[in-house]
């Protein structure tokens, strides 16, 4: 353990020279201090994050709240750039909180921030440090540049973002005055560079994906492992495994996603052209074959439907017993609109065995057993956010995002985009507020295949383009006009 620690402290040194060097620029130096501060969920520890982020905003005339939450350690970091007030704030939130790593598959350190080819290493650089670094250095940059505003501006990090309790919802009941805002911008939709290095499109979303957990639970009979019986639990949900790998659920496109694919379509080269533009068509021979050529890109395959993912298996305890039952967590992604009954018949449809309950499950943590209150709200929620309209294309703050992104990455078509996963921007739409989701920096499909996954990274130089661009936006929606 000593020896590890030693090793800790001297790459810790390594690096932190390296950060420290005249030609990295201030994002990146920054990116590196936050991933830095391990803020792995569960628990989170956000608030190590908050209290850093406090020394970097306070010296420049922001007001700090930091709202600690019931959990110790987990709090969310409110600053607030104060402008004229003629106009309603503008809110950038950025989750703090990271999932965990698989520590033995990295061939870096994973929190330890390190840089190289000319990339950020670390958890989170993608999802989301290196937007919560772009936003804050954007909006630092306008209080250092005395910048005179017609409307606040207010940076947000945020807690719980990848599970727990105390996400935004919570943070909106608590204190909603403290980020209530005109509109917002949040994670979500990417800046994409194609095989020749050029950004070829930016989706920026208007709406995201719910997200439903479902556990099917098989039952057998539970006896002696020496007597195996037909019935054994584990087959049976073997079984209606073997079913559900077979099965793809059908294509729904929502506007968004068909000016998406119609974008896509403008800026490929043929096949891929005709098959985005079969995709959308009416003739649903075309759609079926074009779905099945998309559907090679998991990306693609997972916003044009409602996607199945089982996440977490439990079935026996000992080598000499056959259980009793055994249960499988699927996780699903829904376009706005499934709920969780249609998904519970559909499910039904396809694994056809009386054997075989299903019951809605936490959606996002294993080891947490939710009272009937918390499934209730849990309940609630889910059904809240199969309901949210997408955010408007004719906003301020959605125009100026566009303009800005077609002249700093000239090369690119803007497109609003469904977005695959979920994020925190439901406290806002929930309450009528517009939210525009980005990832602002250019990723490659390698760099992107490494979110939630191994060696995650980001390039320094897509992290600067990102600050260009939010910086320029916050000057249209909020720099007062003279
Ligand atoms: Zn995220």
């Not at 439990?314 to 969780?340: K, M, Y």
């Amino acid at each position: 353990m000593g020896c590890q620690a030693r090793f800790l402290v001297g790459g810790f040194l390594l690096v932190g020279a390296l950060a420290q060097a005249a030609d990295v620029p201030d994002v990146a130096k920054l990116l590196v201090d936050v991933i830095r501060i391990n803020t792995t969920n569960a628990p989170g520890n956000e608030d190590k994050l908050a209290q850093f982020l406090k020394t970097k905003f306070a010296p420049l005339g922001f007001e700090i709240d930091i709202i600690q939450t019931p959990q110790a350690g987990k709090s969310h970091f409110i600053a607030r750039l104060r402008g004229n007030g003629k106009k309603k704030p503008v809110l950038l939130a950025a989750h703090s909180d990271v999932v965990g790593v698989e520590r033995e598959k990295w061939t870096v350190e994973p929190f330890d921030g390190v840089i190289k080819d000319g990339s950020v290493y670390g958890r989170g650089a993608i999802d989301f440090k290196g937007g919560l670094a772009v936003f804050a250095q954007a909006i630092l940059n306008i209080a250092k540049n005395k910048i005179k505003l017609d409307r606040d501006i207010i940076f947000l990090s945020e807690a719980d973002e990848e599970g727990g309790l105390y996400n935004t919802t919570w943070l909106a009941n608590k204190a909603w005055d403290k980020i209530d805002c005109e509109f917002s911008l949040n994670e979500g939709g990417w800046i994409i560079k194609g095989k020749d290095g050029k950004t070829s499109y930016v989706s920026i979303s208007t709406a995201d994906k719910g997200g439903v957990s479902l556990t099917l639970t098989a039952k057998g009979t539970s006896t002696h492992s020496s007597m195996p019986r037909p019935d054994n639990a584990i087959y049976t949900l073997g079984r209606a495994l073997t079913k559900l790998s077979a099965y793809d659920t059908k294509v729904k496109l929502t506007p968004e996603t068909r000016m998406f694919f119609s974008t896509l379509a403008e800026v490929s080269p043929e096949p891929m052209k005709t098959t985005f533009r079969d995709l959308l068509s009416d003739d649903p021979k075309k759609v079926a074959l074009a779905d099945k050529i998309i559907s090679e890109d998991t990306l693609l395959h997972a916003i044009m439907r409602d996607t199945i993912a089982p996440v977490l298996m439990n079935a026996g305890f000992r080598g000499n017993v056959i259980p009793g039952s055994a249960e499988v967590t699927l996780n699903f992604r829904t376009i706005p609109g499934t709920t969780t009954e249609e998904l519970i018949d559909e499910i039904k449809g396809v694994v056809e065995d009386p054997r075989i309950s299903i019951e809605p499950a936490s959606p996002t943590t294993s080891n947490v057993v939710l009272t009937p209150e918390q499934k209730q709200q849990m309940a609630a929620y889910q059904k809240m956010r199969a309901s949210l309209k997408p955010s408007p294309l004719d906003n301020e703050l959605y125009k100026a995002l566009v303009k800005h992104a077609l002249a700093v990455y000239p090369t690119a078509k803007v497109t609003p985009y469904l977005f695959q996963a979920g994020t925190d921007s439901s406290a806002w739409r929930s309450r009528g507020i517009p939210v525009y989701g980005i990832y602002p920096y250019p990723i490659d499909h390698e760099d992107l295949k490494r979110m939630h996954g191994n060696d995650e990274r980001v390039p320094i130089a897509s992290l600067e383009t990102g600050v260009d661009l939010i910086y320029k936006t916050l000057l249209d929606v909020a720099a007062a006009l003279r």
